[in-house]
């Protein structure tokens, strides 16, 4: 990653976790009617720095210790999100009912510890999901496993990319793809960290994410190189009679139609555009010749309520959507970014059946 970019990240981390925990820790110590003395102002700048502070060290100083830490910030930093939520919908059902502080505070903080426990539990679960897509003129049925923001770092680490490949094999598809994400930024990688990959026994295409951008892809696609992973840059490639085109991420949807533009579309095959980002509407992929998308990208919210603001920001946001002639596929993700935790979600190995579309 670029020096500029990652300072810049990190001072955002910063400013964004003071903001987080002044408004937790206030909330904490009004509910519990603490003083706000040396404590107070001693855990504000402990928890705020914690998060940004081990996102330099695991990078730069990457050890066992620096892991450990970075898993703990992260998760607080997932429990002070989440709480402050909470808050404010308890805050908001003060203004109709009248409910007892000490005891409103008690099932409000219980409620926290619990959903916290349930939400690091369930982020390190790994579902399949199994799902039947037809596509118009399809010669022959073709399994695909579907994998996205892996987010390979300081918490998911290679024991955790080997479950997902033990379980991918398990599927026995004919191809395998990887729409963006593979690596998170929060820590370096290396081969042999990636090296799980090479035992996945199908054909495996893969597409760049915003994190690999993040990452700076002047090194982290030399080691992709180094996998049997074959890169799809802004090309296709012929997989039986199928067409995969697969785009760099951008946050330009202009850029990225612009792209896709200059790529020659057969309307004759099975057209299957992998990028990182739903982006696309269904329209514009039928009048493109696209049968189906596939992306991911938004984690479906990750940790609930976000979940709940992500159509402001994307058409789609989990599962399948379709029209007559095209498809598009969201994966929710098959790991986590930040706060390894999920609330409302799951991280999925998606196996995609596509079958002909009966007339």
Not at 272 to 299: Q, S
């Amino acid at each position: 990653m670029e020096k500029k970019r990652f300072i810049t990240i990190i001072t955002a981390f910063v400013l964004f976790s003071l903001l987080v925990n002044y408004i937790f820790i206030n909330y904490i110590f009004s509910s519990l009617n603490f003083n706000k003395g040396v404590v107070f102002y001693f855990l504000l700048i402990f928890m705020s720095f914690s998060y940004p502070l081990t996102v330099v060290f695991e990078r730069y100083k990457p050890m066992l210790l620096t892991k450990v830490f970075y898993r703990i910030a992260s998760i607080w930093m997932g429990i002070a999100f989440f709480s402050i939520c909470t808050f404010l919908v308890y805050n908001f059902l003060l203004l109709f009912f009248k409910i007892d502080e000490k005891i409103g505070s008690a099932v409000v903080l219980s409620f926290i510890v619990i959903m916290s426990f349930i939400a690091v539990i369930n982020g390190r679960r790994l579902k399949i999901s199994l799902r039947d897509i037809e596509i118009k003129g399809l010669k022959r049925e073709v399994k695909i496993v579907h994998l996205s923001d892996l987010h390979i770092g300081a918490v998911h680490q290679k024991n955790y990319l080997e479950r997902v490949v033990k379980k991918t094999n398990s599927l026995n598809p004919d191809v395998v793809v990887l729409t963006g994400d593979l690596v998170d930024g929060s820590s370096i990688v290396n081969n042999k960290i990636l090296s799980p990959i090479n035992k996945i026994k199908s054909p495996i295409y893969f597409v760049i994410g915003n994190h690999e951008i993040y990452d700076g892809l002047d090194r982290v696609i030399p080691i992709f190189k180094r996998t049997k992973m074959k890169i799809l840059r802004d090309t296709k490639s012929k997989f039986q009679n199928i067409n995969f085109i697969g785009i760099d991420y951008s946050d330009s949807k202009k850029e990225i139609s612009q792209k896709l533009d200059k790529i020659e579309i057969d309307k004759h095959r099975t057209n299957i555009l992998l990028y990182h980002a739903p982006m696309f509407r269904l329209k514009e992929l039928e009048k493109k010749g696209i049968a189906l998308h596939l992306a991911g990208h938004t984690h479906d919210g990750q940790i609930f309520p976000f979940s709940l603001f992500l159509k402001l920001l994307y058409p789609y946001t989990k599962g399948l959507y379709k029209s007559n002639n095209s498809a598009v596929f969201v994966s929710p993700g098959t790991g986590t970014w930040g706060p390894p935790m999920r609330l409302g979600s799951f991280n999925e190995i998606n196996l995609i059946n596509l079958i002909k579309k009966k007339i």
